[in-house]
């Protein structure tokens, strides 16, 4: 198990200071000089990439989490993956001095407010989940931490399999915080082989006055790591 931090939710805060980058979608990867490991200790098959010997926190991506699953996978196609680095984790220091052991960055030090929104409305134009947020005085450790924010329209969980409806098209049931839900949509793959006890990861809008996912997005099994 690899420890990573993890980003919070942004709800409000200001951060003009901060760095700021697009939100990819993909994979979580620790590149440890030689192979890409993911959060769960998986040797990641990314192919070749030129990078150096420091151990770089990112994210591989060939443009969405279903597309980097099927370029992870025994005969993926490997040449359209991508590694965004963002963190340099054995790097001694706050974010800011670690962040010139980060090669091909795509940091920008938010000015104001008005500047993060721009920031927030080019990613997603761009095709990006949104924006996360480090503040520079940041220093690594494992696990969530005020001080690394996402900002994305949607939000985005996880839960666990417990089967699949019966009539109509078909979706999961799964059990989200001890309260069963429906995830609609789900690929024909997956209707025929249900991935039962299974984690899966969901995207949704909101949550609802009872406090359910509204309009839940099925991703991924979360197997991969």
Not at 80 to 91: C, E, I, N, Y
Not at 177 to 193: C, D, H, W
Not at 209 to 215: S, T, V
């Amino acid at each position: 198990m690899i420890e990573t931090m993890q980003p919070r939710r942004w709800e409000g805060e200001d951060v003009t200071g901060w760095y700021v980058s697009p939100k990819v979608d993909g994979v979580r990867a620790r590149w440890n000089g030689s192979e890409f490991i993911s959060r769960g200790g998986k040797v990641l098959e990314a192919g070749g990439f030129d990078l150096p010997e420091t151990t770089l926190d990112g994210e591989l991506s060939a443009g969405s989490l279903a597309l980097t699953l099927s370029a992870l996978g025994a005969d993926g196609d490997k040449s359209t993956l991508q590694f965004h680095p963002f963190d340099a984790p054995d790097v001694p220091g706050p974010f800011s001095e670690r962040l010139g052991s980060v090669p091909r960055h795509a940091q920008t030090v938010c000015r104001d407010m008005d500047h993060f929104g721009d920031m927030v409305e080019k990613a997603l134009l761009d095709g990006f989940e949104g924006v996360v947020c480090h503040h520079p005085t940041n220093l690594y450790a494992s696990g969530a931490s005020p001080r690394l924010l996402k900002q994305k329209p949607f939000r985005d969980s996880e839960a666990r399999c417990v089967g699949i409806t019966s009539t109509g098209r078909p979706s999961l049931v799964c059990d989200w915080n001890g309260v069963k839900i429906k995830i609609p949509n789900i690929p024909a793959k997956i209707s025929a082989n249900p991935p039962v006890g299974e984690l899966v990861t969901f995207s949704f809008q909101e949550t609802t006055a009872k406090g359910l996912p509204r309009h839940p997005i099925f991703d991924a099994v979360r197997n991969y790591e």
